[in-house]
């Protein structure tokens, strides 16, 4: 697939729903395909969307069927999925998605649909966490 394709496809999935809608239907195999930012960077869609808290997007995304990933669950406030996924292995409490962003960013970008995640997530390590830019 042709990179330069791939790239602005994640580049308009952190925010911008119709150009990510359009792209798609260009070419369907972008759904689950991922950038290599370099340094092991790796991005998909769901992956942009998720760490800028676009529920909007990640939503599209997951219903044109991306798979489902911690980070995204960690936006999208299921927390019985990030709870279980945390049981099964809980050295993922220091994982690192896109661009090195950790569960708590996710969870944080997910404003208010994400709180309980958040408080679960500070509950097992707490963390000091900015304010999430894209939130007033």
């Given at each position: 697939?042709?990179?330069?394709?791939?790239?602005?496809?994640?580049?308009?999935?952190?925010?911008?729903?119709?150009?990510?809608?359009?792209?798609?239907a260009?070419?369907?195999?972008?759904?689950?395909?991922a950038?290599?930012?370099?340094?092991?960077?790796w991005?998909?869609?769901?992956?942009?969307?998720?760490?800028?808290?676009?529920?909007?997007?990640?939503?599209?995304?997951?219903?044109?069927?991306?798979?489902?990933?911690?980070?995204?669950?960690?936006?999208?406030?299921?927390?019985?999925?990030?709870?279980?996924?945390?049981?099964?292995?809980?050295?993922?409490?220091?994982?690192?998605?896109?661009?090195?962003?950790?569960?708590?960013?996710?969870?944080?970008?997910?404003?208010?649909?994400?709180?309980?995640?958040?408080?679960?997530?500070?509950?097992?390590?707490?963390?000091?966490?900015?304010?999430?830019?894209?939130?007033?």
């Amino acid at each position: 697939m042709n990179r330069v394709l791939v790239q602005d496809f994640v580049i308009f999935a952190h925010s911008d729903l119709e150009m990510t809608k359009k792209l798609l239907a260009k070419e369907p195999a972008l759904l689950n395909a991922a950038v290599d930012w370099g340094g092991g960077d790796w991005e998909t869609a769901l992956g942009a969307a998720a760490h800028m808290g676009n529920r909007d997007i990640a939503l599209f995304l997951l219903a044109g069927g991306a798979r489902m990933d911690l980070f995204a669950s960690a936006m999208l406030g299921q927390l019985e999925i990030v709870k279980a996924m945390l049981t099964l292995q809980p050295k993922l409490i220091d994982a690192k998605g896109p661009h090195g962003f950790s569960l708590h960013w996710h969870a944080n970008a997910g404003g208010t649909e994400a709180e309980k995640v958040l408080e679960y997530l500070q509950s097992v390590k707490k963390v000091e966490l900015p304010k999430f830019p894209m939130k007033k």
